[in-house]
């Protein structure tokens, strides 16, 4: 495409890279869980219509699998009305209509999820079908422990600010910024327990990488912190006394770490650093875990009765005669607190969820300013826009083979200096492409245990053990 980076994109056929083991052995695994998931649901379905468009499904998805194993070409994505289908089309033909290892890995993986969605879409009855619900409900129900303790953490954090007014002491802007860093680091952290690892990271491991101790264990895994200077931008609006501060989320997975991500965002408005947050989800089922504003909705439900919630035994809990643990009175209430503080900024205005579906296209976001010029223009109107996790930072750099040394501001091309857009990138790697670093930090990261070597591959930037917290200035 004529808008993206000349630098060349990771692919498929690169046996070296993560995007050859994601399409070998983790696709086709999502793919079996999807199949699992739906064939449960026809199963419990009484509408025997319904219950034969759901097999036909499952076929449609047991071919895509097939296909992707057996590296057949990639077919144009069926119109169901949406306006993306041309654009994934048109892409699939410029590429020479490619078969599965042998294209661009982003390409690939957001066609993935899209080809998945249309065998929903073009149904009568399971449209709206979200075959990635369970999992996201079940794996934020055994984040429990650090669910818990984060709450408690945001009542005291809150009450203190409630109590402290508007002191503009010295003690109180550095405490302000102090608050800042850590509850950006809760919100990075939160992403190194995306779904689709899932397939490689046990519950155990999730809920290890949770607690506040790992947290602190992992600051120095933070290569790039670029959080001090994010935290002036928005010091300054707030001493300039700029009516309406916005910040925007743009969100990546579902359950804890939206969780996490609204309690960054209600210190936000609490702290006055914004009075306005805005989140993007996406509008299908996306990379398993991400948002829907359904999945926005679900974690309302879960804080609005958090006994019920954690107290009713799951479908794997009866089959096991497993009793979930009682919550105390105490956590009950601290969750409650939660429920009340952000679903009353959400009917204040204050907590919008605005989707768009260039979130689920399948190109970068060096696009982003000419091909969906309305949305650029309302980013240009907030403060900072934080892109959470893995994708939206493999697509803001274009998911390309930059020298890790490469600033941050020229891989975002597009959106960098000048932009009129100030980027911050919260991201836990799980892919190849980072910039960014010190020369020579890569060198010496492949050469710890498992890094990679001189294997040619970049390993240690593949399990979420390491993050990156990038950020541009673009006004
Ligand atoms: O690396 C695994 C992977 O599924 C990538 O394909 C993708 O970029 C990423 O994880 C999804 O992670 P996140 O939810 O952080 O965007
Ligand atoms: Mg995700």
């Not at 086709?28 to 759901?54: F, H, M």
């Not at 989140?279 to 006994?307: E, G, R, T, Y």
């Not at 020298?403 to 091309?413: H, K, L, Q, V, Y």
Request: some cysteine; aromatic content about 10%; overall charge negative.
């Amino acid at each position: 495409m004529e808008f993206d980076t000349k630098t060349p994109p990771y692919l498929t056929s690169d046996k070296s890279s993560f995007a050859y083991v994601s399409a070998r052995d983790r696709w086709p695994v999502i793919i079996t869980q999807a199949i699992d998931d739906l064939y449960r649901s026809v199963s419990e379905c009484e509408e025997p219509e319904k219950q034969n468009e759901g097999k036909k499904i499952i076929e449609e998805l047991a071919r895509l699998k097939y296909e992707l194993q057996h590296d057949r070409q990639l077919t144009p994505i069926r119109d169901d009305g949406a306006a993306d289908v041309a654009i994934y089309n048109r892409e699939l033909e410029q590429l020479g209509t490619p078969s599965w290892f042998n294209v661009p890995w982003l390409f690939s993986e957001c066609y993935l999820y899209r080809r998945l969605n249309t065998s929903f879409s073009l149904s009568k009855h399971w449209k709206t079908y979200d075959v990635f619900y369970r999992q996201k409900i079940k794996t934020f129900r055994s984040s429990r422990p650090a669910v818990i303790e984060l709450a408690a953490r945001y009542k005291d954090l809150v009450t203190q600010i409630k109590n402290d007014g508007n002191s503009t002491s010295a003690e109180h802007d550095e405490a302000e910024k102090i608050l800042f860093l850590e509850m950006c680091e809760i919100c990075l952290w939160g992403n190194a327990t995306d779904l689709s690892l899932l397939t490689s990271l046990t519950y155990e491991d999730i809920q290890k990488l949770q607690g506040s101790e790992a947290r602190k264990a992992a600051e120095k895994n933070i290569l790039v912190n670029d959080l001090g200077a994010t935290y002036d931008v928005l010091k300054k609006a707030k001493s300039e006394g700029k009516k309406e501060r916005r910040v925007d989320i743009v969100l990546d997975n579902a359950g804890f770490e939206l969780y996490v991500d609204l309690i960054l965002a209600g210190f936000l408005l609490s702290s006055g650093l914004a009075t306005l947050v805005v989140l993007h989800p996406k509008s299908i089922p996306w990379f398993v875990s991400d948002v829907l504003p359904a999945d926005f909705a679900a974690l309302l439900n879960a804080l609005v009765n958090p006994k019920q919630f954690y107290e009713t035994p799951s479908d794997d809990e009866k089959l096991q005669d497993k009793i979930p643990s009682a919550l105390s009175d105490k956590d009950a209430a601290e969750l409650g607190f939660l429920f009340q503080e952000w679903s009353q900024m959400y009917a204040e205005g204050q907590l919008i969820l605005r989707p768009n579906r260039f979130w689920t296209y399948p190109g970068s976001y060096w696009r982003l300013p000419s091909v969906e010029k309305s949305l650029y223009e309302d980013l240009k109107s907030s403060e900072v826009v934080i892109f959470k996790g893995d994708l939206n930072y493999r697509k803001l750099t274009g998911d390309a083979a930059w020298d890790p040394s490469t600033p941050f501001t020229e891989a975002i091309g597009p959106l960098g200096p000048g932009s009129g857009v100030n980027v911050l990138a919260l991201r836990t790697c799980k892919a190849d492409v980072v910039v960014g670093l010190k020369p020579g930090q890569d060198e010496e990261l492949l050469a710890t245990e498992g890094g990679g070597g001189d294997s040619g591959a970049r390993k240690w930037a593949w399990s979420g053990k390491w993050a990156v917290v990038s950020f541009s200035e673009g006004k």
